[in-house]
């Protein structure tokens, strides 16, 4: 791998570094503003909805409220994605992933 492959790889991953860096903070402080459940309490109910291994995880803005995405890798190796309003943890919707 040439040089400048290697530092147009580190560029991109401190960008995406900071990308999460930034996304954390953001969903710190609006769970302590109160905004939005606890990412392990909808975590829970994403369990008892459908067990699997988590794999990923999105706080998103959709139509004006915060939406958790979590996606599900499930025993027969399909994943799932499930929704969660995430001022309140009600579930909104399921889909296997395409």
Known sequence: MSKWCVTLLSGLLMVGSVQADED????????????????EKVLQAAQRRHPGRV???????????????????????EVWELYFDASNGEFIKRKLED
Do not use: F, Q, T, W
Request: glycine share 10%; net charge negative; hydrophobic share 35%.
């Open 55 to 77: 794999i990923d995880v999105e706080l998103e803005k959709e139509n004006g409220r915060y939406v958790y995405e979590i996606e599900l890798l499930g025993e027969s190796g």
């Open 24 to 39: 954390h903070d953001k969903a710190r402080k609006l769970k302590e503003m109160g905004k939005i459940l606890p990412l």
